[in-house]
Nanobody
């Protein structure tokens, strides 16, 4: 049974940065599709970035490209999301997701496992 544990959320001022980490238990984070999503109450879960580490494949949503960077850390078996130039619009609960198939990553319904989420609050 795969488990995902997110960390790194918190409060930050606009223009600041945060680094989120998703630790994978009972799975290889480098040989699956690992993605980060976020969700605001009342809205759909939004895909931000994805990585298949062993294939050196990454992709980003337009809202994340240029500001956010996803990476795979083989030593820690994690998928990390570096978020820079944060704005209040980035405030949300951020979730890590895991899928053994290389399916359309931006569709939340394809993922087999999810983390519990970590809160990010950006103030002006």
């Amino acid at each position: 049974q795969v488990q995902l544990v997110e960390s790194g959320g918190g409060s930050v001022q606009a223009g600041g940065s945060l680094r989120l980490s998703c630790a994978v238990r009972n799975g290889d984070a480098g040989n699956v599709l690992m993605s980060w999503f976020r969700q605001v109450p009342g809205s759909a879960r939004e895909g931000l970035a994805t990585i298949w580490g062993a294939k050196k494949y990454t992709d980003y949503a337009d809202s994340a490209r240029g500001r956010f960077t996803i990476s795979y850390d083989s030593a820690k078996n994690t998928a990390d999301l570096q978020m820079n130039y944060l704005t209040p619009a980035d405030s949300a609960t951020y979730y890590c997701a895991f899928n053994t198939r290389g399916e359309a990553w931006f569709k939340a319904t394809v993922y087999e496992y999810w983390g519990q989420g970590t809160q990010v609050t950006v103030s002006s």
